[in-house]
C-alpha cells in the first residue's frame, strides 16, 4: 500500500463554540492517488481544507501530511503543497505575472519554462491587472501558481468553478499528468462528472460528517437501482416485500416493480422460485446515488 | 526569509500608489502653507489679533507666536496638520494591509504557502512602515527647501527633529492598526480603533493644559510626548522618541504574537 501524504483523525471545527462545521472527520489519502471530496455546499469540505492549510485551528483532531504534525510543523510542509481556494480572491492590482513572480519567490521560485507553458496551455494574459480579468481567467491564474508549483500536494478546492469546457478538460489533463509525476491531488468538488473522471477515491461529506467513501465503483455498486420482473406465474407481492435491500416493491398484472440497494443475490434467490420471463436491472445511477448521500439523514 | 521578502516586495508594490499619492499631499500642503509665510512675516497686527484670544484657545490650538517662524509652522502644520495627516496615513495603509486585505480573501492565497502568520504579518508592517518613512522623508525635504527659498529662519534640526517626532507618533498609530488587525479581521474595527485614539489622543494633549485639574493628565497622550515639548524651538528630549518608538514596538510585539491565536477570516 501506497505510504499516507495526508491523514486526518478525528477532525472537529467547531465555530464560537457552537456551530459545528466538521464533526469528527476521517481521512486517509495515499500517495499517488487523485481523491475526490464531495459534498453539497456547506458540507465542510472547504473548513477541512483550510484546517489542513492552517487558515483555521482545528478544535479537535489531529493531521499529519507527510508524516509531519500540521498544526505544530505546517509551515515546513507546506513547501510541499500547492492550493486553489474555492472562493478565490486575488491581490487586484497586480498583473498575473507580478502575482506569479511573488508565489514563485515564496516557493522558491518557479521553473520558467514550465510557468511559460502552463501560461500558453491556460491561455492567460498574465500582464493583465487582475482586477480586468473575469472569474475564468483568475481561476486559470491560480491554476497556473499551483501547477506551475510541481508540489507533491495538490488541494484544490472548487478548482474548475467559473471554467469553460475547454479549461475544464484542460484541468483534468494536468491533474493527470499531475498524477504521472507521482503527486497526489486533494480534490474538493461538488461536480460529480469531474470528480468521477479523475478521482481514484472519494469521500462524501454531508454536514460535516463523512456519509460514504470508497472507489468510484464501490459508490456506484452501492447505489439504487430500478428492477423490473415479467412473470409468467403471478407470485404475491407479500414473497418480496422482506428481501434485504428491496424497496418500493409494487406487483402489477405479473410485472414487478421495484428499488433495490446493494447485492441483487437475495433477489435471485427469491426469484427461482417463479418462472420469470424477463428481467431487468438498471445501471446505477452515480449522480442519483450521490443525490441519496446528499440528502439522506446523517446519524449523529 | 525568502517568503518574508517576497510578502513584503509585493506589500510595497502595493502601497506605492497609495503612498505617492501621500507624499504629493503632505508636499502640497507644506507648499500651500509656507506660500503665506511672506504675508505673516514680522506682521504684528496678526500676532496681536492672536493675542486677543483667550489664552487657553491660543494655547489649545498652538497659535503662541504666530508671526515668528516657529510659531508659524506650528500654529499651521505642525500642531495639528501634518501628524494628523502622518497618522490618517499610517493606520490606513496598515489596515490596508492587513485587516482589509484579509477580511476580503486575498491574504489566503499567500498564507498557504510555507509562510508563518507572524512573519506574513510582520513583512506587510514593515513596507507600510517604509512607505511612511517615505512620506515622512518627503515631507521633511519640501519643508527644509521651502524654508531655504522662503528665508524662514528656523534651524533645520529642529525642522527635522520635529517631522520625526510626527512620524513616529504616526507609527504609533499604525501600530494600535496593527494590534487590532492582529486581534480581528475587521477593517471598520481598525479605522475606528486607530483613527478614535488619534482623536482623542489630540484631544488629551490640546485641551488638557487648559484645565488646572487635568493639566498633569495631558501627558497620558502620545501627542503630547511627540509635541509637547515644543521641537520646533527646543533641541528634543530622547525621552520622547523613545517613548513613541518602544510603544510601537510593544504594540507590534503583543499583535506578532497574537496572531496565530485566530482563525484566518473567510469572505
Known sequence: ?300 | MNAEMAVAKAAGVAVRRAAFWWCVALGAAVVATMAFWPAFRGASGISQAIDSLPQPVIQAFGLQDFGSPAGFLRGNLYELLVPLLFSIAAVALVNGQTASDESAGRMELFLAQAIDRRGLFVARLVACMVALLLIIVTTIVVQVVADALLDVSIQPGYVIATAVLCGLLAALFGSVAYLVACLAARPSLVLAVGIGLLIGGYLVAALFPVAELLKPWAVISPWNWALGGNPLENPTEPWRLAALALTSLVLIVVGTAVVTRRDVTAP
Open chain 1, 1 to 300: 500500500m501506497a505510504e499516507s501524504v495526508l491523514n486526518i483523525e478525528g477532525l472537529v471545527k467547531r465555530y464560537g463554540g457552537s456551530v459545528e462545521a466538521v464533526r469528527g472527520i476521517d481521512l486517509d489519502i495515499r500517495a499517488g492517488e487523485v481523491f475526490g471530496f464531495l459534498g453539497p455546499n456547506g458540507a465542510g469540505k472547504s473548513t477541512t481544507i483550510r484546517c489542513v492549510l492552517g487558515l483555521l485551528a482545528p478544535t479537535a483532531g489531529r493531521m499529519t501530511a507527510f508524516g509531519v504534525d500540521l498544526v505544530h510543523d505546517g509551515v515546513a510542509v507546506r513547501k510541499r503543497i500547492a492550493y486553489v481556494p474555492g472562493e478565490l480572491r486575488l491581490p487586484e492590482r497586480m498583473t498575473g505575472a507580478q502575482l506569479a513572480a511573488t508565489i514563485g519567490e515564496m516557493r522558491g521560485g518557479f521553473e520558467v519554462g514550465r510557468q511559460h507553458q502552463l501560461v500558453e496551455r491556460l491561455t492567460i494574459d498574465m500582464e493583465r491587472p487582475i482586477r480586468s480579468l473575469s472569474t475564468g481567467n483568475r481561476r486559470k491564474i491560480a491554476l497556473l501558481l499551483a501547477f506551475a508549483s510541481n508540489a507533491d500536494l495538490l488541494i484544490l478546492d472548487e478548482p474548475t468553478s467559473g471554467l469553460d469546457p475547454l479549461m475544464q478538460r484542460e484541468f483534468l489533463v494536468l491533474v493527470r499528468e499531475a498524477k504521472a509525476r507521482g503527486a497526489t491531488t486533494f480534490l474538493s468538488s461538488h461536480v460529480l462528472s469531474e470528480v468521477q473522471h479523475i478521482a481514484d477515491r472519494v469521500a462524501v461529506l454531508r454536514s460535516g460528517k463523512v456519509v460514504a467513501s470508497g472507489t468510484v465503483d464501490e459508490l456506484r455498486r452501492s447505489a439504487r437501482q430500478r428492477v423490473e420482473v415479467w412473470f409468467e406465474d403471478q407470485p404475491s407481492v407479500d414473497e418480496f416485500a422482506g428481501i434485504a435491500g428491496l424497496a418500493e416493491v409494487r406487483m402489477d398484472d405479473g410485472r414487478l416493480t421495484a428499488v433495490l440497494t446493494g447485492s441483487v443475490q437475495p433477489l435471485l434467490q427469491c426469484l427461482v422460485k417463479h418462472r420469470v420471463a424477463s428481467i431487468l436491472v438498471e445501471e446505477p445511477d452515480l449522480e442519483d446515488a450521490f443525490l441519496d448521500l446528499y440528502t439522506a439523514p446523517v446519524t449523529q
